[in-house]
């Protein structure tokens, strides 16, 4: 602790170092040096006065330590009365002893701290950054890095203050204390000033940062000062430390290269494996269950996920369909999203792809596939497997595949024995998994949303948002919610959509390769003056990460919604030795196999092609441009140690229904599964533009549904009409995309708060009120919304059961509605105020 706080106070304070070592203070002389160092303290510099003050707690012996400690304490007790010096000779003198009362003396040194004296603050700062102030209770470490981070950001105090206080940030206020220094430090980095620029790339290094301020640092060496020679001090003991990491990775390779000829060791670690396999087979209640490759699988899984919650074992199966499902977003077939109706349980296409050609030739949302050519996709047992159905309707591009296709409203017997003129032929052709959905709101704001990175997820969102601009786009909502990631290369893209060239996106290290940094290589496509907010819940990762967090460190524009996930590290799908993929003639030199092209070497002799399996390992982090990490950190019990992920600028909660409102939407649908389908399905017969307008937005307004009245008292349910509304412009919803030849997004303006507060956030850049435009008039929530709930029967509520306060809500409901209620309504009104009564 003494080398590491004497050689800050010299870098910090220029306090020539001391001519001789500290004399052995005297049992008896311990209160008189006190004193008279505190009477001298008046007439010397701030250095001077921490000089002093080491010198006497260091030159303490044992047998006057106590002493020495107790003469402290009580001098301590009546600081109040002295100079700001004296208060600071006492508490340097506290921390050098070693031994001190660490609330007291941080209490003491924040109070000093905002004194106000630029030169007395410095001296404060650089003893706030003893390690040993980590020891403080939870309570008070919280004060003392409130007080540090108000003073780094405080724009009135002097730079080298701020700066210094931003090392003490650093050292004391965790991972978040971390990305707040930082951020102080690179705005000064950043600045116009040679001289501040200056002061950051030295604090930047003395917080271990060489990468960030090297080019700075560089220019510093070359000074013939005092500061030159630090700034080449520091790069010289990078370099050191770079070539000691080499050495130790050739040491470890070395050591490598010489176990592989095969030693007692492993020949044994293989029998400990053959043991237990047979150990599992012989005595497991479940051994009868897992063959022997299986249980090989499991156990190569549980060695990678043993390192890192992100490292695992991809049997060739999985890494196919991660391939394919994650990586590629590309495949021959129809184009469609497919699965078995869970009502009917027939095959049914529950979204064509817009751009594939199953669209294109006619089909719709809820149609079924009841045959594939001469192929029924039903069988004795009710629908073929999944799986079966799709690879039947995959193939190569430019083939034909004819279904057959069954329409509510047909006669059922249709199902087993379809006709011809229900068959459709389609031209399969290459299909791109679109990963871009988007749609622009009133008041030109383009909402834009990334499901995931794939290779071509930056081209689409390019697309969509110049489609966006020539419709009059005025700013941009990118919605990374539920994105849980993709391809590193893609977010640097996507990130440059927004930001011009040369910008610094992410840099990955690791503890093999060299550090890498990732920068934008082309002018922004989005107008650097054009605003933009950028949404993230709590199931955004990896590269949403990147993208926020770096638009955020760069001040593009603000994040809304919840802490992001916090997955900060880089995983590669690592081939296995000895367990290659299959071979085939690649037909369209995408350097992929597809099912139809022919193998040329099939290592197994199944017919299909295999990849072999993949180890998908973590090896690097990532940092974003502030070289803050996003990575959330897990101790050896699994509890958070660092929350990490992205922080939002705006945090706003998503929706919450009640409960009992979700059981009764389930109920609903469930029980009258067929009831609001069929009534959009008969509104959609009436009158299809306006049911088109009104998926959009139909301003809240349950009247504007034709016969919604007798509609809604039809279903004898207790949600309210705006529930039932909420669930009537769903349907429409999903049935106005196939209409538009368009998905929209996840997010809806009209019932999402998270969107709400975004476009807030958005037109207030603009200098546009939301309330002058009326659809967002009509149907944003009020702000203060949670304040307005706090009511009588929410107060009651909280004292009640779950299910007391369940009837009560239904109870609410029913009175709310203000509409004569039927006899059943009635009935479920008694039920339930005589339940709450009782309880």
Request: overall charge negative; aromatic content about 6%; proline content about 5%.
């Amino acid at each position: 602790m003494l080398l590491s706080f004497t050689l800050t106070l010299a870098l910090s304070l220029s306090s020539p170092a001391a001519a001789a070592g500290p004399a052995p203070i005297l049992h008896q002389d311990a209160g008189a040096l006190l004193d008279q160092g505190l009477s001298a303290g008046r007439d010397q510099s701030v250095a001077e006065v921490l000089e002093a003050a080491v010198r006497l707690a260091t030159g303490t012996g044992a047998d006057s330590a106590a002493a020495f400690r107790g003469a402290l304490e009580q001098r301590l007790k009546q600081a109040d009365a002295l100079p700001p010096k004296a208060q600071l000779f006492l508490c340097c003198a506290s921390v050098q002893s070693g031994e001190f009362d660490r609330g007291t003396v941080a209490r003491r040194l924040v109070k000093l701290l905002s004194g106000g004296d630029e030169e007395l603050g410095r001296g404060v700062a650089v003893l706030l950054q003893d390690t040993t102030f980590r020891e403080l209770k939870d309570k008070e470490q919280d004060e003392l890095v409130k007080a540090l981070q108000a003073a780094a950001a405080n724009g009135d105090l002097a730079p080298a203050l701020r700066l210094e206080t931003a090392v003490a940030l650093h050292v004391q206020g965790g991972a978040d204390g971390q990305r707040a220094a930082r951020r102080e430090m690179m705005d000064f980095l950043a600045s116009s000033d040679p001289g501040m620029r200056a002061q950051a790339a030295l604090t930047l290094a003395r917080v271990g940062d060489m990468e960030t301020p090297r080019a700075e640092l560089e220019k510093l060496a070359r000074l013939p000062n005092a500061t030159g020679a630090l700034a080449c001090a520091y790069m010289k003991q990078e370099d050191l430390r770079r070539l000691y990491d080499a050495r130790l990775r050739k040491l470890q390779k070395d050591k490598a290269e010489e176990a592989a000829g095969g030693s007692v060791a492993a020949k044994e670690d293989l029998k400990r494996i053959e043991r237990m396999i047979q150990l599992i087979g012989d005595r497991s209640l479940e051994g009868d269950k897992h063959d022997r490759e299986q249980l090989i699988d499991a156990a190569l899984d549980g060695m990678l996920s043993s390192l890192d919650e992100h490292s695992s074992y991809l049997t060739p199966k999985a890494y196919q369909r991660f391939e394919q499902d994650l990586l590629s977003a590309e495949y021959g077939g129809i184009g469609a999203y497919v699965g078995e109706d869970p009502d009917d349980h027939l095959f049914t296409i529950t979204r064509p792809i817009y751009s594939g050609p199953a669209y294109k030739a006619g089909l719709h949302s809820d149609d079924k596939i009841v045959r594939i050519d001469d192929w029924p996709t039903l069988g004795p047992d009710g629908t073929k497997p999944t799986d079966e159905i799709i690879k039947r309707l995959k193939g190569k591009p430019g083939t034909t595949v004819k279904i057959y296709v069954w329409r509510r409203g047909m006669d059922a017997a249709l199902i087993d024995r379809p006709t011809e003129d229900m068959a459709i032929t389609i031209t399969r052709a290459q299909i791109e998994i679109p990963p871009v959905s988007g749609q622009l709101l009133p008041g030109g704001i383009a909402l834009v949303q990334l499901d995931h990175f794939s290779n071509v997820a930056s081209s689409l969102l390019q697309k969509k948002l110049g489609e966006f601009k020539q419709q009059g786009m005025r700013g941009v909502i990118l919605d990374l919610r539920n994105d849980s990631g993709g391809l590193l290369e893609e977010a640097v893209r996507v990130a440059n959509l927004f930001l011009p060239k040369g910008q610094l996106i992410v840099t990955t290290e690791g503890r093999v390769e060299e550090p890498e940094r990732k920068e934008t290589q082309r002018p922004s496509f989005v107008p650097m003056d054009m605003p933009i907010a950028v949404l993230v819940n709590r199931f955004s990762a990896s590269a949403s990460e990147i993208v926020s967090g770096a638009l955020q460190d760069l001040k593009r524009g603000p994040i809304v919604g919840q802490r992001s996930f916090g997955k900060g590290s880089v995983q590669q799908l690592l081939a296995i030795n000895g367990e290659p993929d299959d071979k085939f003639d690649d037909e369209n030199g995408n350097g992929r196999h597809d099912t139809w092209e022919k193998l040329t070497k099939d290592w197994n002799g199944n017919g299909e092609f295999d990849y072999g399996p993949r180890a998908r390992m973590t090896i690097a982090r990532y940092l974003l441009p502030s070289r803050r990490s996003i990575h959330r950190e897990l101790g050896e019990d699994g509890k958070v140690l660092e929350e990490g992920g992205v922080e939002p600028d705006v945090k706003v909660a998503p929706r919450r229904w009640d409960a009992w409102k979700l059981e009764e939407m389930y109920k609903l649908q469930k029980e009258q599964s067929r009831k609001i389908p069929d009534y959009v399905e008969k509104l959609y017969a009436q009158d299809k533009k306006r049911m088109n307008e009104l998926a959009v937005c139909d301003l809240d307004d349950s009247n504007a549904y034709p016969g919604f009245e007798d509609f809604y008292n039809s279903l004898g349910t207790v949600l309210a009409p705006q529930d039932v509304r909420f669930l009537v412009r769903r349907e429409a919803r999903r049935k106005a995309q196939d209409d538009r030849g368009a998905a929209f997004p996840d997010g809806d303006f009209q019932e999402d708060p998270q969107l709400q507060e975004a476009i807030r956030v958005v037109l207030k850049e603009l200098g546009t009120a939301p309330d002058s435009i009326p659809e967002f008039a009509r149907t944003f929530e009020p702000l203060d919304k949670d304040k307005q709930n706090d009511t009588p029967s929410k107060i009651l509520a909280s004292n009640l059961s779950d299910t007391a306060r369940t009837d009560l809500r239904t109870a609410m409901t029913l009175i709310k509605n203000g509409k004569p209620l039927t006899e059943k309504q009635l009935q479920e009104l008694e039920r339930a105020l005589s339940n709450v009564l009782d309880k």
